[in-house]
């Protein structure tokens, strides 16, 4: 290791990565503004101010996927899609994967929780590994 960044033994295998772990956030924060009311419906109707929330998770979601995938501070971007994953995961979700009306949808929706947490884990991994930086 080399100060606070870790040494890559092929760099275009990293910017791979990190481009196709940011898409799904650049692809869903689009859709947010361009889908607001469908992303509204998603929501536990209980969360107060939910246009509000989907508005700030799409500004948070291409935030962090831009910082990840252009290698600019990538350990901020890290943080801000673990922020966007874990109540999002948990709200919607963990929510639908316990309240869904039947066994299909349960188990479709349990599906999308652990995805969630998946992504979540790694969105911290890089916020702890971060990338190389580059000259």
């Known amino acids: 290791m080399e100060g606070n960044d870790i040494v890559l033994l092929h760099p275009a295998i990293a910017a791979t990565g990190r481009v196709m772990f940011a898409l799904i956030f650049f692809l869903s924060g689009i859709t947010h ?13 209980g969360i107060p101010f939910r246009p509000f929330w989907v508005v700030v998770s799409a500004v948070v979601e291409l935030i962090g996927a831009t910082l990840i995938a252009g290698n600019r501070y990538p350990r901020l971007g890290g943080w ?22 039947d066994p299909l949808m349960q188990r479709i929706q349990t599906s999308f929780f652990l995805k969630g947490v998946t992504m979540a884990g790694a969105a911290l991994l890089i916020t702890q590994l971060g990338v190389r930086r580059t000259p």
Not at 33 to 45: C, G, K, Q, R
């Open 33 to 45: 503004f361009t889908m607001l009311n469908d992303y509204v419906a998603l929501m536990p109707a």
């Open 80 to 101: 801000l899609i673990a922020l966007f994953l874990v109540p999002v995961t948990i709200t919607v979700h963990g929510v639908a994967m316990v309240t869904a009306p």
